[in-house]
């Protein structure tokens, strides 16, 4: 069973786990010792030791149909997730705690240049509300959760702060999470995604691609939670942002192993440069890395005809596409990796002055060719130029070098 269907399944049966509040309460303080039941009947032991049972059972529940980074990436469109895609994926990687609330990075991947992560984020008390980094007060309350086995209801127009009065709440913090890498100080640029599960707790999905390739890296993980001054108003107040951190080292999960030829093991380039007439545009490298959960493609390219290549309005874009197919040339495109988007940039200038630029992107593991077909079109209003094919051929060390350098400035 995969694990979104899992996770579903989980969701359906804990709808009938319902415990008050109330309930909660007391059966906990019964079965310490602390409170007598005000019953009329004397309530036994073991129906004390049930009601724990049970809520035990609706908390095991409650965690085991959080989402996962699986989940949240299943949900984008034309994605590939390989079958072993799991297997990769660390579990109860560590736990921070932070006033009014506990941290638990629950899941981690990282494979030497991208991480992603599911944090749970859990208020120590039913009277805070915790809202993701881009949600308002003002928002549909519906705008808390994304999670795929729950239906969007049209006529429910309650906001988040109608939620927020409607639950008793006290507090509610606006919850960001990102990292730091440690040797340079900067942030692995990427994507953040959120969903709020039934019993309060906010799962945070944060992916961080990395500017460069390391087996080990060490990072810190922060978590900020900015406090609602005016919760009614939608009013944060960032000076009294409470931050948590945690240091973290991420170790690869897959290295590429290398030859005595100097041949690099899931490592391959195209044979030779191809060139774009009708744009006067040279793609003098494509470097296609297997990576355990994804394909990444770097397309390296000079411009050689500065007139010609003013047809792109610096709007050119290179798709991996399969020729056999017909229609738009993103109808024609191949199946997408797990990391989210891609970009193009200059490396040796701007973009009024650059000749030579960088594509990056991902493509599902099934996308593994001896030959591809790298379509070319505008951006901005899908002008489409030339079709060409490339050749790939297994990379050496002295490619991987030569692709490094392209982009690093002389000193």
């Not at 951190?245 to 991420?250: G, P, V």
Request: glycine content about 6%; some cysteine.
């Amino acid at each position: 069973m995969r694990k979104s269907d899992f996770s579903q399944r989980l969701h359906a049966e804990m709808a009938c786990v319902h415990v008050s509040p109330e309930l909660r309460r007391r059966a906990l303080a019964a079965a310490r010792g602390e409170e007598k039941p005000t019953m009329k009947r004397k309530i036994s032991v073991a129906v004390v030791f049930a009601l724990v049972a049970v809520m035990a059972a609706a908390a095991a529940l409650a965690a085991a149909s959080r989402m996962g980074i699986l989940d949240f990436v299943g949900m984008h469109q034309d994605v590939y997730i390989p079958e072993d895609a799991q297997s990769y994926i660390q579990s109860d990687v560590a736990t921070i705690e932070q006033d009014g609330v506990v941290v638990n990075i629950r899941e981690l991947y990282y494979d030497g240049r991208t991480a992603r992560m599911t944090v749970d984020v859990t208020p120590r008390n039913d009277t805070i509300l915790l809202l993701g980094t881009d949600c308002s007060m003002k928002d549909n309350w519906q705008n808390l959760w994304k999670a795929a086995d729950r239906s969007w209801d049209n006529a429910d127009e309650r906001t988040v702060y109608d939620l927020y009065v409607q639950k008793g709440c006290a507090s509610a913090y606006s919850v960001n999470v990102w990292t730091v890498d440690e040797e340079n100080g900067t942030g692995g640029g990427g994507t953040m995604d959120y969903t709020l599960g039934e019993d309060g707790t906010l799962t945070v999905f944060r992916e961080a691609t990395y500017e460069d390739d390391r087996a080990e890296r060490k990072i810190t993980l922060k978590v900020g939670l900015t406090p609602f001054t005016d919760p009614e108003k939608d009013e944060l107040d960032d000076s009294r942002r409470m931050v948590a951190e945690q240091r973290m080292t991420l170790t690869s999960a897959a290295a590429n192993a290398v030859d005595e030829a100097g041949v690099v093991q899931g490592v391959y380039v195209s044979t030779e440069p191809v060139v774009y007439e009708s744009i006067g545009v040279r793609v003098d490298r494509v470097m296609i890395e297997e990576k355990p959960q994804e394909l990444y493609a770097t397309i390296d390219y000079t411009v050689i005809d500065r007139e010609l290549y003013q047809k792109t309005d610096d709007g050119l874009f290179f798709s991996f596409i399969d020729p056999s197919k017909t229609g738009a040339i993103w109808e024609q495109r191949l199946t997408g990796g797990i990391t989210s988007g891609g970009q193009s940039y200059p490396i040796d200038g701007n973009l009024e002055t650059a000749t030579r630029y960088r594509q990056e992107e991902t493509l599902g593991k099934n996308e593994l060719h001896e030959t591809y077909t790298l379509g070319s079109y505008e951006c901005w209003n899908k002008t489409r130029f030339e079709d060409k094919s490339l050749t790939m051929r297994p990379a050496t060390q002295a490619d991987i070098d030569a692709a490094r350098e392209a982009v690093e400035p002389e000193e």
